[in-house]
């Protein structure tokens, strides 16, 4: 089992940022695993944001390009979200996810850390 603990989340401004943050715990995945962010905003479906691949490799939606970037940090075993110039159509629960053999089927999730962003 992978355990997904997010943080980070919280109010902040309209333009401003955040760095949400996802621990992992449990067992060892494969090296061509992949981490991804998702949100879900109210009355939406679940829509995916970024994705990094351990071995190499991130991808994004084209929405939230050059404004999120996602990182990891192999020793904390954390990927991180930096959220710049955000904005109130950002405010949505955030959620990280596993995909432990990098087929693209996430099948661990983290409780999901809610952002809110005001005008």
């Known amino acids: 089992q992978v355990q997904l603990v997010e943080s980070g989340g919280g109010l902040v401004q309209a333009g401003g940022s955040l760095r949400l943050s996802c621990e992992a715990s449990g067992r060892t995945l494969s090296t061509n695993r992949m981490v991804g962010w998702f949100r879900q905003a109210p009355g939406k479906e679940r829509e995916f944001l970024a994705a990094?691949?351990?071995?190499?490799?991130?991808y994004y939606r084209d929405s939230v390009k050059g404004r999120f970037t996602i990182s990891r940090n192999n020793a904390k075993n954390t990927v991180y979200l930096q959220m710049n110039g955000l904005k109130p159509e950002d405010t949505a629960v955030y959620y990280c996810?596993?995909?432990?053999?990098?087929?693209?089927?996430?099948?661990?999730w983290g409780q999901g850390t809610q952002v809110t962003v005001s005008s």
């Open positions: 990094i691949r351990w071995s190499a490799g991130t």
């Open positions: 996810a596993a995909d432990s053999a990098g087929t693209g089927a996430y099948e661990y």
